[in-house]
């Protein structure tokens, strides 16, 4: 049971590169969630989805893309990488949208560094 | 500005002793807490939460209260083992007049226990 597949677990980005971090689950999870984590911080919400086709903003979108082509994927885009965004990134997922019968599951992280 | 704090960075104990973490939150709206794990190189893992409307919750060895006048709550772990040392991050949001839903969870920075054999 793989649950929440992040890939990949490392990247270095050059200042105005851009990239996509996957996210797969196999839970069959409606609810998928990307947040930040930066050093000596808690976690922040960039982008989530409550479905297929269906994503909105978080706290902290600027910078970032997201589309929800299937229920398994939910890839994030940077498009112009900024010093700014390195930051270990986490994908989540949860089988419905109440936060007390349904806690995220997340991913083992992507850990992003930009010079 | 921080709405969850966790001001402890650390903590040390001896295996078998009681670990108590602390957090404080400024919003009185908050109404739902939770309590997640996380080991290195690994994603946060649910542990346990509580209501607003109660003031205490139990799972095994995890207990969680919650004062609601005093605005904090605090994850207690008896006995502790070795294996419980990782970060724990506290989360709270607010679920009431959300329909059950709110996708925000307002994390704290964490606090790193270090359980010592």
């Known amino acids: 049971n793989a649950g929440v597949t992040q890939t990949p677990k490392f990247r270095i980005l050059k200042i105005g590169q851009s990239m996509t971090l996957q996210c797969t689950q196999d839970m069959n999870h409606n609810y998928m969630y990307w947040y930040r984590q930066d050093p000596g911080m808690g976690l922040k919400l960039i982008y989530y989805s409550v479905g297929a086709g269906i994503t909105d903003k978080g706290e902290v979108p600027n910078g970032y893309n997201v589309s929800r082509s299937t229920t398994e994927d939910f890839p994030l885009r940077l498009e112009l990488a900024a010093p700014s965004q390195t930051s270990v990134y986490f994908c989540a997922s949860s089988l419905t949208r109440d936060r007390g019968r349904s806690p995220l599951h997340f991913g083992n992280g992507t850990r992003l560094t930009v010079t | 500005d921080q709405q969850v704090k966790q001001n402890s960075p650390s903590l040390s104990v001896q295996e078998g002793r009681i670990s108590i973490l602390n957090c404080d939150y400024t919003?009185?709206?908050?109404?739902?807490f939770l309590w997640y794990k996380k080991y290195p190189a690994e994603g946060p893992t649910f542990l346990i939460s509580?209501?607003?409307?109660?003031d205490k919750n139990e799972d095994g060895r995890f207990t969680v209260f919650l004062n609601k006048s005093a605005k904090h709550l605090s994850l207690h772990i008896v006995p502790s083992q070795p294996g419980d040392s990782a970060v724990y991050f506290c989360?709270?949001?607010?679920?009431?007049?959300?329909?059950?839903?709110?996708?925000?969870?307002?994390f704290g920075k964490g606090t790193l226990l270090t359980v010592n054999p």
């Open positions: 989360a709270a949001t607010v679920l009431k007049n959300s329909g059950g839903s709110n996708y925000k969870l307002t």
């Open positions: 919003n009185s709206m908050f109404d739902y």
């Open positions: 509580i209501s607003s409307i109660k």
